[in-house]
């Protein structure tokens, strides 16, 4: 009976207008994102031929003054060899053009990482703009800076066919990777909301016929879950999949050997409190908020749903709750009500930056992490089945009809 009570719960969810009307939405801003927004994005690392070559003319012009003027040697005032520095620099990146022109990436790479290494001042200042509205430009910068150069050690030292699209991070597990890290988790949580709030309340413009069906009340409520869950975890898959194949088709798939930078520490913001974890070992990671998520907030719909009986009433309410973290997220804030956020469920929602350890670095604290992730979403699961297994015993199926 729970069986095909639950294939026939799945066939009113692929039935209904809304539920495709949304996945359509969905669809759409996937591929639009995949073919016009994704190839026309510019990262830090894209490279900008024409204008490279034109600054290391001006340099070149500049080097052949100094030179003329002897002005080759230390100098007091910038505290640094500023003939070296430029040489230096004027080297690395014609070599990188020449690798460049030649479509050897590898080389790139490998000049790429000797750049990073040899001259960070210079990579700090010449990204420091990107950060103009920071509270702590200087902090993102290096923070940026240590990334980038893990990413590029991870090239070199995995020993991998580097393409330019994997240079700018634009293939396909790297945007995975990227989407995975941006407020599009939101996004991702939102469909299980927008597919859940109606499976109880919709049931009460057919009052007769369920009112008679030979089941527990809860476990018609477990069976509606089960079938939510599953509908959304689908729908997740295939669009995000769809999404993936692409940018595989113009960008290539990438390799799960890829590094991802990761902070494990907050003393210092040097390279020490930096380390790597594989692209596979990321997506695995992240992927287990998923589910957990889904549940949560499927199961919290339904809670409300006893509670309130009104689509729009539950829609709202979970939605006000899904981005309630919005209302008091600052860069400043480590606290609520007096507890730390780590205790919060709302505080992994944006799962992809905890697991880089991305939620620590913007509030300065190393309580956020993925294993007490699990456990305080593990941990509010419970306390919502317990709440929704009492309130089915109060509201029971005559009272709710």
């Not at 003329?68 to 040697?73: D, K, L, M, V």
């Not at 890290?181 to 949580?189: A, D, K, R």
């Not at 692209?279 to 749903?305: D, G």
């Not at 992994?348 to 456990?375: A, D, P, R």
Request: net charge positive.
């Amino acid at each position: 009976m729970t069986f095909y009570y639950i294939k026939h719960e799945l066939k009113l969810l692929f039935r209904s207008k809304k539920n495709n009307y949304f996945i359509a939405f969905l669809l759409a801003l996937s591929l639009i994102y995949s073919f016009f927004i994704l190839p026309n994005q510019e990262t830090t690392e894209t490279i900008h031929e024409q204008e490279l070559k034109e600054e290391l003319s001006d340099l070149e012009t500049l080097q052949s003054n100094r030179q003329i003027r002897g002005a080759t040697g230390y100098s007091p005032f910038a505290g640094e060899t500023l003939y070296a520095k430029d040489d230096f620099y004027i080297r690395i990146h014609n070599r990188m053009l020449n690798a460049y022109d030649q479509n050897n990436f590898v080389r790139f790479s490998l000049l790429r990482l000797q750049g990073l290494q040899g001259n960070k001042m210079d990579f700090l200042s010449r990204h420091r703009h990107l950060f103009e509205d920071s509270p702590i430009p200087g902090k993102d910068t290096q923070h940026l800076y240590h990334q980038t150069l893990l990413r590029y050690q991870g090239f070199v030292e995995e020993d991998l066919n580097v393409t330019y699209p994997m240079i700018e991070e634009k293939t396909a597990v790297q945007a995975g990777k990227n989407i995975l890290l941006s407020p599009v988790t939101y996004l991702i949580i939102f469909t299980a909301i927008y597919f859940s709030s109606d499976i109880l309340v919709k049931n009460r413009e057919n009052k007769t016929l369920l009112q008679g069906l030979p089941m527990n009340w809860y476990k018609i409520i477990n069976a509606k879950s089960f079938a939510a869950f599953l509908y959304s975890i689908v729908t997740f898959i295939s669009i995000f999949s769809l999404g993936l194949i692409a940018i595989a088709l113009q960008s290539g798939f990438g390799s799960l050997q890829l590094r991802v930078p990761i902070m494990i520490g907050q003393s210092n913001f040097l390279l020490d409190d930096y380390n790597t974890i594989s692209m596979l070992q990321f997506y695995l990671m992240a992927l287990s908020f998923i589910p957990i998520l889904m549940l949560l907030f499927i199961r919290l719909n339904l809670w409300f749903s006893l509670l309130f009986k009104n689509y729009w009433v539950v829609f709202a309410t979970s939605t006000l709750l899904l981005f309630v973290q919005f209302t008091y997220f600052s860069r400043s804030k480590r606290e609520l009500f007096g507890f730390d956020l780590s205790y919060f469920p709302q505080t992994y929602f944006e799962f992809g930056k905890v697991i880089t350890g991305e939620m620590n670095f913007l509030i300065n604290v190393e309580s956020i992490t993925y294993v007490k992730g699990i456990i305080v979403l593990t941990i509010t699961l419970v306390i919502i089945e317990l709440m929704l297994w009492i309130t089915s015993k109060v509201i029971n199926k005559r009272r709710f009809y």
